[in-house]
Structure formats: structure tokens, C-alpha cells
């Protein structure tokens, strides 16, 4: 696909659907964007004919000569912010495809809650983008549906001396969105397929041609070299554990970053065996791994001036007569031991030993991104993030970020009084308390255990890496949540 920005107006280009946005009224668009097309009576007239009253995504396409009109609303006027954009560019380009046109002219809008054209602008096209995704390498797809497709889009700013700023924007959405896209398929794809040795071969094919190091430690030196905690997990698999490094360090590098990510590739909780219903969809336990994976690309191909260590325990955790048992105490990479009170509770496990791990790349900052706990889906629902750390500085940072991108995030304490939950009469730490209370929260208190020393932030993903609901720039399945929050979060470092 191609992605164009010219400066002028969006009735002036000649090729494609001519996309306007629209204001919510009680009655009938209150205002039509950009301006010049609210002063168009005829194109208002066309618009309030047909009954469209500007709530949030809200299409109207239209026929106004030998062209086509698409209006997409955005909803109130008090309401606006940058996300809006977002969907507003998924919801034209989707409804475009679906109505067979392989080409559509978006304005970059001017509205002061939306921020700087540029802003806009990488907001229109990671929008676009991410709402065109799909999934469907492993199904036929008729033909009819397989020539919809968009072929161009086109970004028109109305002020010239906008435009390279635009253009630079856009250049690093395409980056982004190729990024998310890469751990959506990855996310998406059935564990058969997505085993820890595929995980492995695709860190290699991502850093060949950016010239990344790779490392790949496999299973049997994993047992020497004392990585207990995902060796414990991986033992009741057939498939082979890998802990996979992915290093992206430019000559120049500012500040440096560790970023740790749950790789299960599928899970059934092990000998805690999980309930059957939509255990299908712990193919997505791997969400945390998948983000690392795109981060590190995305970063390599922005050139960002920062050192990113992606850091990847990736295995399955399976039921069978070697897997480990409630009761076993391990020995983790730290040296430290964990009774394991419920095998489900894996995530932490392989965790530990990625965190201490990281230690010996002296991080400015540190992040893991796990699918960590299913009390984080009842705590914070599917819109934010759980994120948990004692660092004020580093909290606040992960928050704009998260207001930037919209991948919001909610801290949740780590009180020291936590800790007593966790305390195993055999062990150094056992993996889950048995009071059930405060299930996210003790998850995030056995991390700070093996991250000790680091300027560390955990973020719980249970709940917004994979969605049961179609959105304008989410389709569903995988969300591919942490690839532009945290890219944010590098740029934006200091």
C-alpha cells in the first residue's frame, strides 16, 4: 500500500474516495471538518439528507456527481482527542475497502484536541493501517473478498508548510504499524504453528537484515546454566524452551533499555489445569514475547538513538508425567527458590529468570510485558493496562506515553505489606498466595523480587493483548498492545 501526503484540499485531489469528518449535533452534523468543507452547502445539504448525525464512527457514503463522499463521524465536540483520529482514518479506510474502492483522500484535521499535524497525521496512518489488518494466512479466502483491498491513501494537509513534517510522520507509522502487525500474526497464529523454536527462528529473521545480534539459548544449556525458573515450566512440554536475547545497540546509544517478555506459547495451566472453556485462546499467553519482538524492530528501523535488549523466555506449559507439580520447590537464575503452589501461575516463573537476566546489561530501564494474570481482566477491564512500579519518575513517563498512544495505563500499588502473601514456610517466595486475595497486585510483588536493584515497571497485558470485539482499529483477536506505548516512551526519554 502507499501512503501520499500533498498539501491543499481534499476536493482537490483527483483519485479516490474524498473522506470528511463530522462533528455530533442533537439533530443533524453540528460541523463539518475540515472547515472549507463545512462552507460547501451542497456537499452540507447532500450530508443532512441522508440522515447522519456525527456519532462517533458513524459512516455516511455518498454519491455527489461521478465521485463518492465518505463522511465518518467523531462524535461530541467535548469529547475529541487524538485517539479520535485514529479511528476516524480505521473506519474510512475499512469502509472504503468494503465498498470495493481501492483509494481514499483523508484530510489531516486542525482541531486543537487532536495536537500538531504531525500528531494527526501519524495518528490518520497508524490508523489506517492498523485497521486494515487481517489475519488469513491459514483459511481460503474467496476472491471477491481477496480484490478488496486499499491499494493508496492519500494525507492532505491544507497548510504547504506542514507537509515535511507530516511526511516524517507518516514514514514512522508505517514503521510502527508494520511492528504491530508483525506481533498481531504472531499472536494470532495456533501454538502448533508458534512454538518456542518458531519464536526463536523469527528473532533471527528479524535481525538479520537490521544487523541485530541474536542469541538463542536452548533448553539443555538452560538446564546447566541454572535458568530454573523456565526450565521448571517448560519440563512437562515436548517442544524445547528457548531464552532468546535480541540486542539493538547503535553507536551512539543515549540510554538503555531491557525489556522482558512472557513467551508462552501456549497455555493450559499445566498440572493446575485450566478450565476448557476459550482455553483456545491461551495460544495469546505469548502477547508479552510478540511486543518485545516489534519494539526491538520498530526501534532498529527508527534508528531511535537508545540501546533496546529484548529479553524472551518462550515455552509451552503442558500437563504430562515430567511436568512440574503444586508442591515442587525450584531454584530460579537468581539463585533464589519458589515453592510452587499452582503451576498455573507459570508467567512469574519464566519472568524471574528474564529479570535477573537483565541485570547484566545495567539498564537505565527496565519493562516486562506479560499476560501475567486473569485478575487483572476483573480489576481494570479490557481498556488499560495494569502497570506496577516504585519508581514515580518512571510511572508518570509510562503514563503520558500510554495518553499519547491510547494505550492507557492503570498503577496499581506495590505496598511492602504484599509481600507477606507470598511467603513459602519452605522456600524463599512461593509463586501465588492461597488467600486469593489481591491476584495482580502479589504477581507485580514476586516480580519486584527478582527485579531488585533495577529501575523496573511491570505491565499486566491479560487484559488488552487479545479482544472478543471488533474495533475500529483493533480487529478482533490480537491487539499487538505495547508496541506503540513503548516506543513512545524511548522517544520521549531524556
Given at each position: 500500500?502507499?501512503i501520499?501526503v500533498?498539501?491543499?484540499?481534499?476536493d482537490?485531489?483527483r483519485?479516490?474516495v474524498?473522506v470528511?469528518?463530522?462533528?455530533?449535533?442533537?439533530r443533524?452534523?453540528e460541523?463539518?471538518l475540515?472547515?472549507y468543507?463545512?462552507?460547501?452547502?451542497?456537499l452540507?445539504?447532500l450530508?443532512?439528507?441522508s440522515?447522519f448525525r456525527?456519532a462517533?464512527n458513524?459512516?455516511a457514503?455518498?454519491p455527489r456527481?461521478n465521485?463518492w463522499?465518505?463522511?465518518?463521524?467523531l462524535?461530541?465536540?467535548?469529547d475529541l482527542?487524538?485517539?479520535k483520529a485514529?479511528?476516524f482514518?480505521?473506519?474510512a479506510?475499512r469502509?472504503?475497502?468494503?465498498?470495493?474502492h481501492?483509494?481514499?483522500?483523508?484530510p489531516?484535521?486542525?482541531?486543537?484536541?487532536?495536537?500538531?499535524?504531525?500528531r494527526v497525521?501519524?495518528?490518520?496512518?497508524?490508523?489506517a493501517?492498523?485497521?486494515?489488518?487481517r489475519?488469513s494466512?491459514?483459511k481460503?479466502v474467496p476472491?471477491?473478498e481477496r480484490?478488496?483491498r486499499?491499494?493508496?491513501?492519500?494525507?492532505v494537509?491544507e497548510r504547504?508548510?506542514d507537509?515535511?513534517?507530516?511526511?516524517?510522520?507518516v514514514?514512522?507509522?508505517?514503521?510502527?504499524?508494520?511492528?504491530v502487525?508483525?506481533?498481531?500474526d504472531?499472536?494470532?497464529?495456533?501454538?502448533n504453528i508458534?512454538?518456542?523454536?518458531y519464536?526463536?527462528?523469527q528473532?533471527?529473521?528479524?535481525?538479520?537484515?537490521?544487523?541485530l545480534?541474536?542469541?538463542?539459548i536452548p533448553?539443555?544449556r538452560?538446564?546447566?546454566?541454572?535458568?530454573?525458573?523456565?526450565?521448571?515450566?517448560a519440563?512437562?512440554?515436548?517442544?524445547?524452551a528457548?531464552?532468546?536475547?535480541?540486542?539493538?545497540?547503535?553507536a551512539r546509544?543515549?540510554?538503555?533499555?531491557?525489556?522482558?517478555?512472557?513467551?508462552?506459547?501456549?497455555?493450559s495451566?499445566g498440572?493446575s489445569?485450566?478450565?476448557?472453556?476459550k482455553?483456545?485462546e491461551?495460544?495469546y499467553d505469548m502477547?508479552?514475547a510478540?511486543a518485545?519482538f516489534?519494539?526491538?524492530?520498530?526501534?532498529?528501523?527508527?534508528?531511535?538513538?537508545?540501546?533496546?535488549v529484548?529479553?524472551?523466555a518462550?515455552t509451552?506449559?503442558?500437563p504430562?508425567?515430567t511436568?512440574?507439580?503444586?508442591?515442587?520447590?525450584?531454584?530460579?537464575?537468581?539463585g533464589?527458590?519458589?515453592?510452587?503452589?499452582?503451576t498455573?501461575?507459570?508467567?512469574?516463573?519464566?519472568?524471574?529468570d528474564?529479570?535477573?537476566?537483565a541485570?547484566?546489561y545495567?539498564?537505565?530501564?527496565?519493562?516486562?510485558l506479560?499476560?501475567?494474570?486473569?485478575?487483572?481482566r476483573v480489576?481494570?477491564?479490557a481498556?488499560?493496562i495494569g502497570?506496577?512500579?516504585?519508581?514515580?519518575r518512571?510511572a508518570?513517563?509510562?503514563?503520558?506515553?500510554?495518553?499519547i498512544t491510547?494505550?492507557r495505563?492503570w498503577?496499581?500499588p506495590?505496598w511492602?505489606?504484599?509481600?507477606?502473601?507470598?511467603?513459602?514456610?519452605?522456600a524463599?517466595i512461593?509463586?501465588?498466595?492461597d488467600?486469593?486475595?489481591a491476584?495482580?497486585?502479589?504477581?507485580g510483588?514476586?516480580?519486584?523480587t527478582?527485579a531488585?536493584?533495577?529501575p523496573?515497571?511491570?505491565?499486566d497485558?491479560a487484559?488488552t493483548a487479545?479482544?472478543?470485539?471488533d474495533?475500529?482499529?483493533?480487529p478482533?483477536?490480537?491487539?499487538g498492545?505495547?508496541?506503540?506505548?513503548l516506543?513512545?516512551l524511548?522517544e520521549?526519554w531524556?
Amino acid at each position: 500500500m502507499r501512503i501520499t501526503v500533498r498539501s491543499g484540499r481534499v476536493d482537490q485531489v483527483r483519485e479516490g474516495v474524498q473522506v470528511y469528518a463530522a462533528l455530533e449535533g442533537e439533530r443533524r452534523p453540528e460541523r463539518l471538518l475540515p472547515s472549507y468543507a463545512a462552507r460547501d452547502r451542497a456537499l452540507s445539504r447532500l450530508i443532512a439528507g441522508s440522515g447522519f448525525r456525527g456519532a462517533p464512527n458513524e459512516t455516511a457514503f455518498l454519491p455527489r456527481g461521478n465521485r463518492w463522499v465518505l463522511v465518518v463521524g467523531l462524535g461530541k465536540a467535548k469529547d475529541l482527542a487524538l485517539d479520535k483520529a485514529r479511528q476516524f482514518a480505521a473506519t474510512a479506510a475499512r469502509t472504503v475497502r468494503a465498498r470495493a474502492h481501492r483509494s481514499l483522500i483523508l484530510p489531516v484535521l486542525r482541531e486543537p484536541p487532536f495536537g500538531s499535524p504531525e500528531r494527526v497525521a501519524q495518528a490518520l496512518a497508524e490508523g489506517a493501517l492498523l485497521g486494515l489488518y487481517r489475519y488469513s494466512k491459514l483459511k481460503e479466502v474467496p476472491k471477491h473478498e481477496r480484490d478488496r483491498r486499499i491499494d493508496a491513501i492519500t494525507l492532505v494537509v491544507e497548510r504547504a508548510g506542514d507537509f515535511a513534517a507530516a511526511r516524517r510522520a507518516v514514514d514512522k507509522a508505517e514503521v510502527v504499524a508494520e511492528a504491530v502487525s508483525l506481533v498481531r500474526d504472531l499472536i494470532n497464529g495456533p501454538s502448533n504453528i508458534v512454538t518456542p523454536t518458531y519464536l526463536a527462528d523469527q528473532a533471527r529473521a528479524i535481525a538479520k537484515p537490521l544487523r541485530l545480534k541474536c542469541t538463542v539459548i536452548p533448553f539443555a544449556r538452560l538446564k546447566r546454566m541454572g535458568f530454573g525458573g523456565i526450565v521448571g515450566v517448560a519440563q512437562g512440554s515436548a517442544h524445547p524452551a528457548q531464552f532468546i536475547i535480541l540486542d539493538y545497540r547503535p553507536a551512539r546509544a543515549k540510554h538503555s533499555f531491557a525489556l522482558c517478555g512472557k513467551g508462552i506459547t501456549f497455555d493450559s495451566g499445566g498440572i493446575s489445569l485450566k478450565p476448557s472453556l476459550k482455553m483456545e485462546e491461551m495460544k495469546y499467553d505469548m502477547s508479552g514475547a510478540a511486543a518485545v519482538f516489534g519494539i526491538v524492530k520498530a526501534a532498529a528501523m527508527l534508528k531511535l538513538p537508545v540501546r533496546v535488549v529484548g529479553i524472551v523466555a518462550a515455552t509451552e506449559n503442558l500437563p504430562s508425567g515430567t511436568a512440574q507439580k503444586p508442591g515442587d520447590v525450584l531454584k530460579t537464575l537468581s539463585g533464589k527458590t519458589v515453592e510452587v503452589i499452582n503451576t498455573d501461575a507459570e508467567g512469574r516463573l519464566v519472568l524471574s529468570d528474564c529479570l535477573h537476566y537483565a541485570k547484566r546489561y545495567k539498564p537505565d530501564c527496565v519493562v516486562d510485558l506479560a499476560t501475567l494474570t486473569g485478575a487483572c481482566r476483573v480489576a481494570l477491564g479490557a481498556e488499560a493496562i495494569g502497570l506496577m512500579t516504585k519508581d514515580e519518575r518512571l510511572a508518570a513517563r509510562i503514563n503520558q506515553a500510554g495518553k499519547i498512544t491510547h494505550e492507557r495505563v492503570w498503577r496499581l500499588p506495590l505496598w511492602d505489606e504484599y509481600a507477606e502473601l507470598l511467603k513459602s514456610d519452605i522456600a524463599d517466595i512461593k509463586n501465588v498466595t492461597d488467600t486469593g486475595q489481591a491476584g495482580t497486585i502479589t504477581a507485580g510483588k514476586f516480580l519486584e523480587t527478582f527485579a531488585e536493584g533495577l529501575p523496573w515497571a511491570h505491565l499486566d497485558i491479560a487484559s488488552t493483548a487479545w479482544t472478543d470485539k471488533d474495533k475500529p482499529y483493533v480487529p478482533k483477536g490480537a491487539v499487538g498492545v505495547g508496541v506503540r506505548l513503548l516506543i513512545e516512551l524511548m522517544e520521549r526519554w531524556k
